[in-house]
């Protein structure tokens, strides 16, 4: 006989009752075809990924099973039947893993929710918005602003600054008296 790893995910408005009903009847299919089922763990109500079946969060069941290849598709077949079954997942495995699966031993560490420096209540935001932040318990002095840039602009403020009236062609006096643009005269296309 195979070993296999399945999972299913049961809708989120069925009672943890009644998984564990469907629970013990897929468990009941594997045993009269032969097989047995060493270890199961309800991983309880999770958030999904993505919604399926107008649900965000479903029971999770993992069951390790040791059976024909015959009583795996039988169990299948019976959660595709069953509308409170949104899916599953079987995969043929070398060897089982030894105590409490992943998922498992994070419920049991507390950290199943644990998203680093996202609890710390200000969204995440705090190590970015102070990029010369120092560690806890180092002080640094603070930065003064360059006064000179600040008195610049009140000079600016103070003297707006005079326009030299415009020519017909839009060229300003100043423009002229500079010789920045040279002048062109033409007459009926022949330059002179």
Known sequence: MALYESVFIARQDVTQAQVDGFTEA?????????????KEESWGLRALAYKIKKN??????LMNIDAPAAAIHEMERQMRLNEDVL???STRVDEFEEGPSAIMKAKERGDDRDRGHRSEGDGGY?????????????TSEPVAAEPKAVEKKADDAAAPEEKAPEDKAGDTADDKAAGDKPEIEEDKGEAK
Request: glycine share 12%; charged share 30%; no cysteine.
């Open 26 to 38: 897929f468990k009941k299919i594997i045993s009269d075809q032969g097989g047995t089922v060493p």
């Open 56 to 61: 965000r969060k479903g029971y999770y069941v």
């Open 87 to 89: 899916r599953y997942l």
């Open 126 to 138: 705090k190590k970015f918005d102070k990029p010369n932040a120092s560690p806890a318990g180092e």
